[in-house]
């Protein structure tokens, strides 16, 4: 929708161009609160975000929905953790278990 405002950089202040829902939406997306229930239950929240906001998006309920990707995004993050835990010795996951 924001290619729509019929707004430009010749005549929108930067300003100005942020006081949109659009750009609020964006600006705000990454809080928990503005996330999907699914996503502000999920474990990953804090790593994903809520993934892209153009990858939320559906007609029939706006940005209120996970990701089309969240499984994928999942399945990623956690390859990711596995993969730096086995690279840890016993001392330093010992240590992670300890901060937690």
């Known amino acids: 929708s924001f290619t729509k405002t019929n707004r430009n950089i010749n005549q929108t202040s930067f ?3 942020t006081k949109t829902p659009i750009i609020d939406l964006y600006i ?4 928990k609160d503005k996330q999907c229930v699914q996503c502000q239950k999920c474990p990953i929240f804090e790593i994903c975000g809520g993934g ?3 990858h939320r998006y559906h007609s029939g309920n706006g940005f209120d929905n996970p990701s089309i990707y969240c499984s994928d995004l999942i399945k990623l993050f956690s390859y990711i953790q596995n993969t730096l835990l086995n690279q840890l010795d016993i001392k330093e996951k010992e ?3 300890y901060l937690d």
């Open 15 to 17: 300003i100005d161009a």
């Open 28 to 31: 705000h997306s990454k809080n």
């Open 52 to 54: 892209f906001i153009p």
């Open 95 to 97: 240590k992670m278990e």
